[in-house]
C-alpha cells in the first residue's frame, strides 16, 4: 500500500443467505482512498452501499477479498483485532448518532479516545473548538439540533485522529445550508491527511466530493 493511500480493497464479495434465497451483496468491489481525498458512494436502493460501508469499518467480514485501513489489514481478522484497528484507525459517522445519549458530548469523546488506549493527539476542547461546538461540550444529544448532532458526531469520530473517515448518510436530516457547512467541515479536517469516503444521495455530498463510486447491484459501475 503506498503512503498516500488512508484505504484500500481488493474484490470484495459478501452473500446473504435467508431460506432458499441467495443475495450477492457485493460481487467485486475495489476501490481506494487516498488521504486528503473525499469519496462518494452512490446508487440505488439495495445496490450494496451500507453492507460495502460495514465491510470497510470491520463491522462485517466479507466471505472473499481484503480491507487495509492506513496499511493496517481489517478484513479477516478476529473481531478484538478488528475493534482495535477500527477505534485507532477508523472514524465512523452514521445517521442515526454515534453519541451515547446519557452522556456529555464532551465525556463521548473521552470515551472514543480511552477505548483506542493511547494517548489522543487532540484534547475534547480542541477537538470541539475546531468543529465550531466548544459552547455546547456539557450538552448531551437531546439538547442539540441537528446541524450541532452533526458537528458533535464528527467531534467524536475525529477524536483518535483517524487514517479514514467512513460516513453513510451524514447530512441525510439537514436543511441545505447546514448539509452545506458540515460538508465543508468534512473536508476542511479531511485536508488535515485522513480519506473519506461518504455513502450518499445526496447531490450537493456529489458535488463537493473529488470522485464519485457508482454501485449497482453489488458492481461498481462508474
Ligand atoms: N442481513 C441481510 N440479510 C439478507 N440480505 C441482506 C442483508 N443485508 C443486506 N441484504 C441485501 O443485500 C443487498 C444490499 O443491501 P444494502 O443494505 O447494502 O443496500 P443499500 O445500497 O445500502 O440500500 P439503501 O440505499 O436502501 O440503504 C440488498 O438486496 C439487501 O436486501
Same mark, same amino acid.
Given at each position: 500500500?503506498?503512503? $498516500? ?5 481488493? $474484490? ?15 460481487? %467485486? ?23 460495502? +460501508? ?9 466471505? %472473499?477479498?481484503?480491507?487495509? *485501513?492506513?496499511?493496517?489489514? *481489517?478484513?479477516?481478522?478476529? @473481531? #478484538? ?12 459517522? +452514521?445517521?442515526?448518532?454515534? +453519541?451515547?445519549?446519557?452522556?456529555? =458530548?464532551? $465525556?463521548? *469523546?473521552? +470515551? ?12 475534547? !476542547? @480542541?477537538?470541539? !473548538? ?6 455546547? /461540550?456539557?450538552?448531551?444529544?437531546? !439538547? ?12 467524536? /469520530?475525529?477524536?483518535?485522529?483517524? $487514517?479514514?473517515?467512513?460516513?453513510? !448518510?451524514?447530512?441525510? @436530516?439537514?436543511?441545505?445550508?447546514? @448539509? ?5 467541515? *468534512?473536508?476542511?479536517?479531511? /485536508?488535515?491527511?485522513? %480519506? =473519506? ?21 453489488? #458492481?461498481?459501475?462508474?
Amino acid at each position: 500500500m503506498k503512503p $498516500d493511500e488512508a484505504l484500500r480493497c481488493r $474484490d470484495l464479495y459478501r452473500f446473504f443467505r435467508a431460506g432458499d434465497e441467495e443475495t450477492l451483496a457485493l460481487r %467485486g468491489v475495489s476501490l481506494q482512498v487516498g488521504r486528503g481525498e473525499t469519496v462518494a458512494v452512490a446508487g440505488p436502493s439495495g445496490s450494496g452501499k451500507t453492507t460495502l +460501508l460495514n465491510c470497510l469499518a470491520g463491522l462485517d467480514e466479507p466471505a %472473499g477479498g481484503a480491507v487495509t *485501513i492506513g496499511g493496517e489489514q *481489517i478484513s479477516h481478522r478476529p @473481531e #478484538r483485532s478488528r475493534a482495535r484497528i477500527r477505534s485507532r484507525r477508523l472514524g465512523i459517522l +452514521l445517521q442515526s448518532g454515534n +453519541l451515547l445519549a446519557h452522556l456529555s =458530548v464532551r $465525556d463521548n *469523546i473521552r +470515551l472514543a479516545q480511552a477505548a483506542a488506549g493511547r494517548r489522543p493527539a487532540q484534547a475534547p !476542547e @480542541e477537538l470541539l !473548538e475546531q468543529v465550531g461546538l466548544a459552547r455546547r /461540550a456539557r450538552a448531551v444529544a437531546s !439538547e442539540l439540533s441537528g446541524g450541532e448532532l452533526a458537528r458533535a458526531g464528527l467531534a467524536v /469520530a475525529l477524536s483518535n485522529s483517524p $487514517d479514514m473517515l467512513l460516513a453513510d !448518510e451524514p447530512t441525510g @436530516e439537514l436543511d441545505g445550508v447546514t @448539509e452545506q457547512v458540515v460538508l465543508e467541515l *468534512i473536508q476542511d479536517r479531511a /485536508a488535515g491527511g485522513h %480519506g =473519506v469516503l461518504v455513502v450518499t444521495h445526496s447531490a450537493v455530498v456529489m458535488r463537493i466530493a473529488d470522485r464519485v463510486i457508482r454501485l449497482h447491484d453489488g #458492481r461498481i459501475v462508474a
